[in-house]
């Protein structure tokens, strides 16, 4: 087994006993990256080796000095492309941002470093993370590393990407409407969207500020949970941070689920889903009831009205949050201009793609006198009613389960001709953000493509120990073969 195909816990453990040094890591990752980078297109930035290597020095000689013995110490990390860091480009993939280098790291980030992981680029998204196919950034599109003709998912295609092609052992993104999710079932990963307000937003560059929510991605649910223990902190420069005393989630590694409740919604097993996806989840709900789980069926409701309601907020907010980039303090600006009114407007057409411009404008609109009663006020009252319809749900069951996307990736190029068809594909995991939730995707099979298919598991807020605890449970019976 090669360095790069351990889970980031492994490689931990094997840097804290001496058996790898961080060196190592960074050079096992660097060459993998080198090796994998020209066909799948993980990467927006790729920092020096050189300057990796350095970090890795220093981080080793704390560790041999016993400063870092935390389980990623050593480990080689990529960081989703919308998260600020300090001196290194972070571009969100837009044109406007192609030169922006922020003075400060996000706090997630900070988080990592101060545990001592070492970052090694910035992944490819979909531009200001609107998008779900990693195709809609500017710097090109991100493959799929399982087949190089389909599409990762997005929008945080770039870190799962490279996490499913072994070039880190880990990576950060972010969840807007199933942005860490759905790319994940889409490379056969493993992530977990946090119930909102856990892991600081400070330093994410914002597109939907009451639904983005950063998490981890990796290869595993150990993985995942040890990172979501690090990353979550209550910080006080975000005023939606909240203070959780129940963060020890590595404690809730346990594979047993006798007595959990778990709900089906017979909603997300309806029109629409991919037969081969229906097949693997509902397999994977026989292994769960054969383990001791109490499955039952119920109906969620108002799940037709999550995408319209999603679209609505998400747009409004962005248009308010992308505001901001108008080629004045930072980042692109028009070469040739007239005034400041034209400048504003030539930096923003020709910095700003497609997707971007058609979610800016209709945020714009949903938010204009006349229309902000009927649009931007009704999608907020269903928002609400979609929380309910959970809490009333969660007030039977442990845990919700679905697929984690209606079908396994697209071909490279089906999506952007009908951005309608791509908004759907989110019905499975817009909600959680609607209602803030807590929701996990694990690999659960493949289709006759040979695509991966991911299964969702979805908690009530603040309740990831039952999410983290379910989906270890799912991922040690197919470890040891008893699918």
């Given amino acids: 087994m090669s360095v790069m195909d351990l889970t980031a816990v492994q490689l931990g453990e094997k840097i804290k006993k001496g058996e790898l040094t961080a060196m190592d890591a960074v050079k096992a990752a660097c060459d993998r990256i080198q090796e994998k980078e020209e066909m799948i297109h993980s990467f927006v930035t790729v920092l020096p ?4 290597m350095e970090r890795a020095r220093a981080v080793q ?16 990390v990529a960081i989703k492309d919308n998260m600020c860091t300090e001196g290194i480009l972070t571009t969100c993939s837009s044109k406007i941002l192609e030169n922006f280098k922020p003075t400060y790291s996000a706090e997630a980030v900070r988080n990592l470093e101060q545990a001592g992981a070492i970052i090694v680029g ?10 779900s196919t990693t195709e809609t950034s500017a710097f090109g599109i991100t493959r799929n590393p399982h087949n190089t003709d389909y599409v990762p998912g997005g929008s945080s295609g770039g870190s799962c990407a490279a996490v499913a092609a072994g070039e880190v052992p880990f990576a950060l993104g972010s969840d807007t409407g199933g942005s860490i999710r759905q790319p994940s079932s889409f490379c056969g990963v493993t992530g977990i969207k946090p119930t909102y307000g856990t892991v600081s937003r400070y330093g994410l560059i914002a597109y939907g500020s009451s639904l983005d929510q950063i998490g981890p991605v990796a290869k595993d649910v150990t993985d995942c ?4 223990e690090i990353i979550s902190s209550y910080d006080k420069k975000d005023s939606t941070s909240m203070k959780r005393d129940d963060m020890d989630v590595t404690s809730a ?8 409740k778990i709900g089906i919604p017979r909603d997300y097993f309806g029109e629409g889903l991919d037969g081969q996806v229906r097949k693997s989840v509902e397999d994977a709900i026989h292994v769960l009831e054969k383990e001791g789980a109490e499955i ?10 999550a995408i319209p309601a999603y679209y609505v907020i998400a747009c409004a907010e962005a248009s308010s949050n992308l505001s901001r980039f108008d080629g004045v303090k930072y980042g692109y600006r028009t070469e040739n201009y007239e005034g400041l009114h034209n400048m504003y407007k030539k930096t923003r057409s020709e910095g700003f793609g497609a997707e971007v411009k058609r979610r800016i404008m209709l945020g714009s609109f949903v938010l204009s006198s006349g229309y902000y009663d009927a649009y931007y006020l009704k999608a907020l009252r269903t928002k609400a009613l979609i929380k309910q319809a959970f809490d009333r749900a969660f007030e039977k069951y442990d845990v919700i389960l679905s697929p984690a996307a209606p079908t396994t990736a697209p071909k490279i190029g089906e999506s952007l001709s009908d951005p309608l068809k791509m908004y759907l594909g989110d019905i499975y995991t817009i909600s959680v953000n609607l209602a803030g939730l807590p929701g996990i995707v694990v690999p659960c099979g493949s289709d006759e493509k040979g695509l991966p298919i991911g299964l969702q598991l979805i908690g009530d807020c603040f309740q990831e120990k039952k999410i983290i605890r379910a989906a270890y449970t799912f991922e040690q019976v197919v470890k040891g073969g008893r699918m």
Avoid: H, Q, W
């Fill in 122 to 131: 910035k992944t490819n998204m979909d531009e200001f993370a609107m998008g």
């Fill in 296 to 305: 039952e069926e119920f109906d969620l409701s108002l799940v037709e009205y």
């Fill in 253 to 260: 590694l346990i594979p047993d689920v006798r007595g959990m």
């Fill in 225 to 228: 949970a040890t990172i979501l």
């Fill in 61 to 76: 000689r704390r560790i041999e000095k016993g400063e870092f013995a935390g389980p990623l110490a050593g480990v080689p």
């Fill in 49 to 52: 080796e050189e300057e990796i």
